[in-house]
């Protein structure tokens, strides 16, 4: 099992910055993408940033130059440093976490999600 707990979550105003942590139970080696995600009301989840095991990352293109996803795995921590915030970021963001199995078998853990609300 891989427990994820998110933190850093608030309100903030346009254009500030918000840094989110995600803790994960296990060695962030043994798994193999970590991503957040987030969920406006009535909209779809979205993946919002992802990294793998060796370090490769993805981004959605409506937060590339402005979100940068890390790690730091002493900690176990992944992290989403959040700049130039828009009321459009406001949602709620999930850390989830990929395990594979083998060449077909995988789990998938979530966290419990974290509020970022940007307004004026």
């Known amino acids: 099992q891989v427990q994820l707990v998110e933190s850093g979550g608030g309100l903030v105003q346009p254009g500030g910055s918000l840094r989110l942590s995600c803790a994960a139970s296990?060695?962030?080696?043994?798994?193999?993408?970590m991503g957040w995600y987030r969920q406006a009301p009535g909209k779809q989840r979205e993946l919002v940033a992802s990294?793998?095991?060796?370090?490769?990352?993805n981004y959605a293109d409506s937060v590339k130059g402005r979100f940068t996803i890390s790690r730091d795995t002493n900690k176990n921590t992944v992290y989403l440093q959040m700049n130039s915030l828009k009321p459009e970021d406001t949602a709620v963001y999930y850390c989830?976490?990929?395990?594979?199995?083998?060449?077909?078998?995988?789990?998938?853990?979530w966290g419990q999600g974290t509020q970022v609300t940007v307004s004026s």
């Open positions: 990294i793998t095991s060796v370090g490769n990352l």
């Open positions: 989830g976490a990929e395990r594979r199995f083998g060449p077909s078998g995988s789990y998938y853990y």
């Open positions: 296990t060695s962030i080696f043994s798994i193999n993408v």
